[in-house]
């Protein structure tokens, strides 16, 4: 058994699709492929695929990580030549690379996400400039998610503004991505008064923990 470690982006096409919707088009890409994929043992044998840390509906990204188990001997050479013509058009091949089967799972490993926001209205660039002074000068930022309070603005690495994307300003969010605490780039909109409807969010980079 060997098991690959593929870093892809996820772009307009699949915008809408769940983590869980991308997992079975990863299944199926490979079926039709013919690859040798790996499943699990017991009455119902899942796929052996992991996804890092699935994007929420609406966001693009240029930095996702699934891992792929193969039952026989393949070298990353072949993948990179055969996975780009089985995979749908909304997923992009940017990595392949094998990894030792005793090593963790990405999600154990993972650190920060960076984020592109690109703001589809004309906000003013001192006022921008004063929402995110008020947020990075807060101690805390108390929210609630799924009917629980925590703590945003730990989970708040760096806050900025970056150039602007033609007419539209852009902001650069580096969050946490730990397990049980991870920065959401639409929850720092909202403590900015910023609607995240009216806007393009992107992933542009992933952070693991070193082993």
């Known amino acids: ?117 690109v703001l589809l209205e004309q906000y003013d660039k001192e006022w921008l400039k004063t929402r995110v002074e008020q947020v990075l000068n807060k101690e805390s930022i108390i929210r609630i998610r799924r009917q629980k309070e925590y703590d945003l603005r730990p989970l708040i690495e760096s806050l900025s503004i970056g150039d602007y994307d033609k007419d539209w300003p852009v902001l650069w969010m580096k969050l946490a991505a730990r397990p049980g605490a991870t920065g959401r780039p639409e929850e720092v909109m909202l403590e900015m008064g910023i609607d995240p409807l009216e806007s393009r969010i992107e992933k542009t980079e992933t952070f693991f923990l070193q082993e």
Do not use: C
Not at 61 to 70: H, P, Q, R, V
Not at 84 to 111: F, H
């Open 1 to 117: 058994m060997r098991r690959f470690r593929i870093k892809y982006a996820k772009v307009e096409a699949l915008k809408y699709t769940s983590g869980l919707e991308v997992q079975k088009i990863w299944e199926r890409s490979l079926r039709r492929g013919h690859f040798p994929i790996a499943y699990s043992q017991g009455f119902h044998p899942q796929a052996r695929l992991n996804q890092a840390a699935p994007l929420p509906l609406g966001f693009t990204s240029t930095s996702e990580w699934i891992d792929i188990w193969f039952l026989d001997e393949i070298s990353p050479e072949s993948l990179s030549f055969s996975l780009p013509g089985v995979v749908p058009s909304g997923i992009e091949i940017l990595a392949i690379d094998e990894i030792p089967l005793s090593q963790s799972t990405m999600q154990n490993k993972m650190d920060t996400s960076i984020y592109r926001v």
